[in-house]
């Protein structure tokens, strides 16, 4: 029997098994589920007799959804990990928006008056001023 | 014999590209010399009339072949002259400081010889100046990709506002706003990009920054279109120097633009007849009446 994850139940083994740290119960040096070479040996002992949870059908990787019942603590943990991940996509969205002209809202703030009034100090008048003095050479008319 | 005529005094627009003191404004504002002097025009005018009978014309039946006599005449005038020049440039602020300025880097004007082609060292039209060190509200410069339809703000100091006698004399410090949108990407006639908008300007709007909804610059006021017949002003058709060439103008210099943005540049062939917001020019300061455009 394998155990569960997290705060899950386990059913206390009656003798001593060896498992991967995936909780995959295994003799081989490496884990099948997960390739680990870790091993810990569970030898706990019944000491009370209740009943208990069992999972009947393999779940895959922990933290992906199984086909569980979804009074199960599986289905808890996915919904913070959801949750977290739609947190984190919403605000990859918002930056996302903020980055196209037009939907940033520091930029669609500004009317077409702000962008005068802005521009309007920067404009400046170029004055120029020339004297010359002009000296003529004077040549005789004649045939 | 020497004269010493009336000084040359023109305004045109400016605005501040780098907040530590440099400005940017049309070449043609600065260096309004290389249109030909207004004495030499006072000069040649007595002799166009006799070159126009000879040809069997009157004044107004061909601006363009008047044009052409009076471009030749005038040149035939200067080249007998030898002038001595005492020239001044001044920027003056949104807040009535009146600062010094001198030239960092130019890209000359697109003038026209007397026959109408090109002059050899035909430019962008722009120039770089620095005002003494300070701190500046300076405009960013747009490379977004303009779009035709795009709305456009052009800024300035129009002759017509600075001098309306109705005008409280203050107005000259605020500059003058007026709106359109981009109508058209062209090319002038060496083959440079130009913008085109209905945005209206006139005589003293050269150099002036043209916005866009965002308060980066799209282009630079440099020329207007004339009316072939009568010479004057024709609104609706004006043309600006764009953003990303500006940018390529300043490059190498020790200006520090904003966050540069992504560009794009796109032309299309053709242009019509034009001429260059010209400074306003004026035989004396008081003068309302007198100004001339800069022939380019």
Redesign the interface.
């Known amino acids: 029997m394998s155990p569960t994850h997290g705060h899950m139940t386990i059913a206390p083994p009656t003798a001593a098994e060896t498992y991967c740290r995936c909780g995959y119960e295994t003799e081989l040096s490496f884990c099948p589920r997960c390739g680990s070479a870790d091993r810990f040996t569970f030898t706990a002992t019944q000491v009370q007799e209740r009943r208990l949870p069992t999972v009947d059908v393999p779940r895959g990787r922990p933290g992906v959804a199984g086909r569980r019942d979804r009074s199960d603590g599986v289905d808890a943990v996915m919904r913070v990990g959801l949750l977290r991940a739609s947190r984190i996509l919403a605000f990859q969205v918002l930056l996302l928006l903020a980055g196209i002209p037009g939907l940033s809202p520091a930029?669609a703030a500004?009317t077409?008056q702000?962008?005068?009034l802005?521009?309007?100090?920067?404009?400046?008048?170029?004055?120029?001023?020339?004297?010359?003095?002009?000296?003529?050479?004077?040549?005789q008319r004649g045939r | 014999m020497s004269v010493s005529p009336t000084p040359f005094v023109g305004t045109g627009s400016g605005w501040f590209v780098d907040g530590r003191g440099y400005v940017v404004t049309s070449a043609h504002v600065v260096f309004p010399h290389r249109c030909r002097s207004s004495y030499g025009r006072r000069r040649s005018k007595r002799r166009v009339d006799p070159a126009l009978r000879a040809q069997g014309l009157t004044r107004g039946q061909r601006p363009d072949v008047e044009e052409r006599i009076r471009g030749l005449v005038t040149d035939r005038a200067m080249a007998t002259m030898t002038v001595t020049r005492s020239s001044s440039l001044m920027v003056l602020l949104s807040n009535g400081t009146k600062l010094p300025a001198e030239v960092k880097k130019l890209s000359p004007t697109l003038a026209l010889d007397a026959k109408g082609a090109p002059l050899p060292d035909a430019g962008r039209d722009l120039v770089l100046l620095r005002v003494k060190d300070g701190v500046y509200p300076a405009l960013g410069i747009s490379t977004r990709d303009g779009q035709i339809g795009d709305a456009v703000h052009i800024l300035g100091f129009p002759a017509l506002i600075l001098t309306h006698e109705l005008l409280d004399r203050s107005i000259s410090l605020e500059a003058s706003v007026t709106n359109g949108a981009i109508s058209g990407f062209r090319k002038d006639a060496i083959g440079q990009d130009v913008i085109q908008t209905d945005a209206p300007a006139t005589y003293g709007n050269s150099g002036g920054p043209a916005i866009g909804n965002d308060a980066a610059l799209v282009g630079v006021m440099t020329f207007v279109s004339l009316s072939p017949s009568t010479g004057t002003a024709v609104q609706g058709f004006n043309f600006l120097v764009p953003g990303k060439d500006v940018l390529k103008f300043l490059e190498g210099t020790d200006v520090r633009i904003g966050e540069p943005l992504q560009s794009r540049g796109r032309t299309r062939s053709g242009h019509s007849s034009r001429e260059t917001i010209g400074a306003r020019q004026r035989s004396s300061p008081r003068s309302t009446r007198s100004y001339r455009t800069c022939r380019t």
């Not at chain 1, 802005?118 to 004077?138: C, G, N, Q, W, Y």
């Open positions: 930029i500004m077409v702000e962008a005068i802005r521009a309007k100090p920067a404009t400046v008048v170029i004055i120029f001023s020339d004297r010359r003095r002009h000296h003529h050479e004077l040549r």
